[in-house]
């Protein structure tokens, strides 16, 4: 199986930014999706396809994608981001991964 | 409104068999792929099986292969899963997911239905 390394903790000041990373076998050569999940509630995606942003989620969320490591940055964070993050990986013969997740406190 | 309802979670003994159910409503059901994605008290994500959208395509982690099975009815707009043989390793809380391609991300997610194994 496939295995995707995150640290288990990021912290941040409000107002700086948060680089969260993903580190897997030739991760680059496949897509990376992240989500964000909240104490007591579902995930919800955040970045797709390494870099694409679903309607409704703020510009402050970027992703990146190269080598072994996918990286999401969080710009100007915020209380209200604080949160655990979870990049996944897919490709045809990877079928679907999740790291193990990271939880950012923003300090 | 696009939403993903679980249900069928609840407590059993194992070594047991439970289905798991998520009902579908605002999209259109029968051209999306689904995930059953699960997460133990405490722990992270673990992706546990997808179906395409036309029900002939299927994959399952090898964690569960053999013991699960993913199916959909898209007459009745569901997802199933079923679960046989389960162990106390498959206490958690089952989410299903949908994904508009096998590379994209998984957009809309049910609340979750709890499944706990113990004797």
């Known amino acids: 199986s496939y295995e995707l390394t995150q640290p288990p903790s990021v912290s941040v000041s409000p107002g700086q930014t948060a680089s969260i990373t993903c580190s897997g076998d030739?991760?680059?050569?496949?897509?990376a999706s992240w989500y964000q999940q909240k104490a007591g509630q579902s995930p919800v995606l955040l970045i797709y396809?390494?870099?694409k942003r679903p309607s409704g989620i703020p510009e402050r969320f970027s992703g990146s994608n190269s080598g072994n490591t996918a990286t999401l940055t969080i710009s100007g964070t915020q209380a209200m981001d604080e949160a655990d993050y979870y990049c996944?990986?897919?490709?045809?013969?990877?079928?679907?991964?999740f790291g193990g997740g990271t939880k950012l406190t923003v300090l | 409104q696009v939403q993903l309802v679980e249900s069928g979670g609840g407590v059993v003994q194992p070594g047991r068999s439970l289905r798991l159910s998520c009902a579908a409503s605002?999209?259109?059901?029968?051209?999306?792929?689904m995930h059953w994605v699960r997460q133990a008290p405490g722990k992270g994500l673990e992706w546990v099986a997808f179906?395409?959208?036309?029900?002939?395509?299927?994959y399952h982690a090898d964690s569960v292969k053999g013991r699960f099975t993913v199916s959909r009815d898209n007459s009745k707009n569901t997802l199933y899963l079923q679960l046989n043989s389960l162990g106390v390793e498959d206490t958690a809380v089952y989410y299903c997911?949908?994904?508009?391609?096998?590379?994209?991300?998984?957009?809309?997610w049910g609340q979750g239905t709890t499944v706990s194994v113990s004797s």
């Open positions: 997911a949908r994904v508009s391609e096998f590379a994209a991300g998984m957009d809309v």
């Open positions: 605002g999209f259109s059901f029968s051209t999306y792929g």
């Open positions: 179906i395409w959208y036309d029900g002939i395509n299927k």
């Open positions: 030739d991760l680059g050569g496949k897509f």
């Open positions: 396809k390494d870099v």
């Open positions: 996944q990986a897919w490709d045809s013969s990877t079928v679907w991964a």
